[in-house]
Nanobody, 125 residues
Framework: QVQLVESGGGLVPPGGSLRLSCAAS????????VGWFRQVGGRQREFLAS????????VYADSVRGRFTLSRDPAKNTMYLQMSSLKPEDTAVYYC??????????????????WGRGTQVTVSS
């Protein structure tokens, strides 16, 4: 069973930057697809970015392309989401997710099998 734990959320002013981390345990990733989503209130989770663990290819949502960067450290079995030029509308709970599948890309919430508990990001002055 894969466990995912996010960290790095917090309060940041508009235009600021933040880096989220997602540490995985229970399995050492090899080719799995992993990604980041966010959720505001009771709304559906929004896809942000995804990568297959053994590839450098990434996909991003239009809303964050050019501002957010997904990366991973295989040695630590950890992935990151570097966020810059943050806007108030980026305020949300951010989740990392992992899929058992190697098929890429995967942008839908139901295509992921494991989820972290989320970390709150608030962009406000």
């Amino acid at each position: 069973q894969v466990q995912l734990v996010e960290s790095g959320g917090g309060l940041v002013p508009p235009g600021g930057s933040l880096r989220l981390s997602c540490a995985a345990s229970g399995r050492t990733f090899s080719r799995e697809v992993v990604g980041w989503f966010r959720q505001v209130g009771g709304r559906q989770r929004e896809f942000l970015a995804s990568i297959r663990w053994d590839s450098s290819n990434r996909v991003y949502a239009d809303s964050v392309r050019g501002r957010f960067t997904l990366s991973r450290d295989p040695a630590k079995n950890t992935m990151y989401l570097q966020m810059s030029s943050l806007k108030p509308e980026d305020t949300a709970v951010y989740y990392c997710a992992a899929s058992d599948s190697y098929l890429f890309p995967r942008r839908r919430e139901d295509q992921y099998d494991y989820w972290g508990r989320g970390t709150q990001v608030t962009v406000s002055s």
